[in-house]
């Protein structure tokens, strides 16, 4: 079974930050993308973010302003599985007063890997053609309801659904390492495949 890693906006999992716009110019760029396939390369981006709540700790994982960030424990538990295949650069967070955020260090990833894998003869999804004529998969329903294809997901670990926008998903083995590293954030959907 594969799953999404379901990162709901607000509620106690979200995480409110800021990141410092003098690093930002990396990013933007898209330098720190690869093809799929090849081997990550070793990338010296560094992102500074300081917590725009109150907020003393953050869940072990979570997603915003388009990136994925975690702390070393999740980090720890995605390259037990799938070892040198995603990009993760240190992110330096603090707390609104400036203090360091506990559970560091932290990191922001970037998932290498886009596959066309959504069965939608299965999934509950309208294909729709974009104005620059790029096919789309959009959800009918606010969680998405998915069945992927086994044979185009084999021997993957984490990887985004090519014609989903911001849809992550994780293999069995993943997941399972996730929950036995009891690594809190995002919700884990669970996703037929045939």
């Avoid at 981006?45 to 709540?53: I, K």
């Avoid at 974009?130 to 998405?144: D, I, L, V």
Wanted: proline share 6%.
């Amino acid at each position: 079974m594969a799953w999404i890693l379901y990162a709901a906006h607000g509620g106690k999992n979200h995480v409110d930050l800021a990141f410092d716009p003098d690093l930002e110019g990396a990013y933007a760029s898209g330098s720190a993308l690869v093809q799929d396939g090849d081997p990550p390369a070793e990338r010296s981006l560094r992102f500074r973010a300081r917590a725009e709540t109150t907020r003393k700790t953050v869940p072990n994982i979570w997603y915003i302003a388009e990136r994925w960030c975690m702390d070393h424990r999740a980090k720890d538990a995605i390259e037990a599985v799938d070892p040198g295949r995603h990009i993760f650069h240190p992110l330096d967070f603090t707390m609104k007063n400036g203090e360091p955020m506990a559970g560091g260090p932290f990191f922001t990833a970037y998932f290498q890997g886009r596959v066309d894998c959504v069965d939608t003869d299965a999934s509950l999804v309208e294909v729709v053609t974009t104005a620059t004529g790029r096919t789309r998969y959009m959800t009918k329903t606010g969680r998405p309801k998915l069945t992927v294809k086994r044979a185009e997901i084999a021997g993957r670990h984490a990887w985004y659904c090519d014609k989903m926008v911001r849809i992550l998903m994780l293999s069995d083995a993943l997941h399972a390492r996730m929950v036995a590293e009891k690594i809190k954030g995002p919700e884990f959907l669970p996703v037929a495949e045939r």
